[in-house]
């Protein structure tokens, strides 16, 4: 064998006398390099609860939740889905509420323990009129002292300022906006219906009601309507089918097969499928016919979202699900009324302000 050669015996003796070149694992703990992305972290000092970093998370490892009752937005991180990506800190509106540390790994027997998320709690304002939600105390106060003199121009932004100096007593939320409900926690929606609605004009009380209601939401419709629903099995006949229609004097059934809603028939389907086609009811399911699939809504949608969901899928009736459960149906007649009595304040209202007819 041929004798090493110098430059290899100098290497070799270097390396034998030096340090380690990587880490000093397992005689020492393997610290991360200060500048690696690890695991994110939030600074409860800095950030303002405005959810960006869940919004902008590609492995939805960041969760956010708002408890309504507690008036508490908590947002959650879950290290066994984070990918370390740096989106949640790059994206930080504040720059710091959620920061990358060094920490790279976990060893956990339990999935679920504290230690494999990373959790941060926020108060939320609710609003005053309606009990949705505006967003978290410390994002408006953000919001404020980004904007200077200008935020006293915003109620809810003057509000924020003025819980710094005291306590401002809670209201509840009426049956109707008035004017005074401008200097309160409103949200979008209702601060522009305080805003345009003329408390005094000349028009009779029960319109003052309706002027005054929020919009008309579906649970609104079926208290106005009823909730009977009227089914069919989808191993019925089309004849049968008809039969349940000209005994109950409607124009729709829900199909339904094991306890689930799977269609709707109405008499729309039996003249353009079995009329026109010259198709026998007698021997035809109706399943074969029916609509699908079924497009349901719940209690707290609005009519106009009814609306553009009828157009954009051509349909005609919504079922309404409250709890898992079937409460209601909802036609596109239904829909088209609550918008036209709307629609007929709101002109009388414009006819009041442009006539000058006050009290």
Not at 178 to 185: A, H, L, T
Request: aromatic content about 6%; proline content about 5%; some cysteine.
């Amino acid at each position: 064998m041929p004798l090493p050669k110098l430059r290899e015996l100098k290497e070799a003796l270097t390396s034998f006398f030096s340090a380690p070149y990587t880490t000093k694992y397992p005689a020492g703990p393997a610290a991360s390099f200060p500048s690696y992305r690890g695991f994110p972290k939030y600074d409860k000092d800095n950030c303002v609860g405005c959810g960006a970093c869940a919004q902008v998370c590609p492995s939805l490892a960041i969760q956010v939740d708002d408890d309504l009752a507690a008036k508490a937005r908590r947002l959650r991180v879950d290290y066994g889905s984070c990918i370390q990506c740096g989106q949640c800190q790059e994206k930080c509106i504040t720059g710091q509420g959620i920061v990358n540390t060094t920490a790279y790994s976990l060893s956990l027997a339990d999935v679920s323990a504290p230690e494999a998320f990373e959790r941060v709690e926020k108060e939320l304002v609710i609003c005053e009129c309606c009990g949705a939600v505006i967003g978290c105390r410390d994002h408006l106060l953000w919001i404020k002292e980004r904007l200077g003199a200008k935020a006293y121009g915003h109620p809810n932004l003057l509000l924020a300022t003025q819980r710094l100096l005291t306590e401002v007593e809670p209201s509840e939320p009426k049956s109707r906006l008035r004017r005074e409900d401008q200097i309160k926690d409103a949200c979008a929606k209702c601060r522009q219906t305080i805003v345009t609605l003329d408390e005094f004009s000349d028009i009779s009380q029960e319109k003052l009601q309706k002027e005054g209601k929020r919009m008309t939401n579906v649970r609104d419709i079926l208290e106005k309507k009823g909730h009977e629903i009227w089914t069919t099995p989808s191993d019925a006949t089309v004849f049968e089918a008809l039969k349940t229609l000209a005994e109950n004097n409607v124009g729709a059934l829900l199909v339904m097969e094991a306890g689930n809603a799977v269609g709707m028939f109405s008499e729309r389907d039996y003249a353009r499928k079995v009329a026109l086609k010259n198709i026998s009811s007698l021997n035809t399911p109706v399943r074969e016919v029916m609509t699908s699939p079924v497009y349901c809504v719940k209690p707290e949608t609005m009519a106009e979202e009814c609306m553009a969901l009828m157009t954009d899928k051509h349909i005609r009736h919504l079922p309404v699900i409250s709890g898992g459960k079937l409460v209601g149906l909802v036609s596109i007649g239904d829909v088209v009324k609550s918008l036209i009595g709307e629609h007929k304040v709101t002109i009388e209202q414009l006819q009041d302000y442009i006539m000058g007819r006050y009290l």
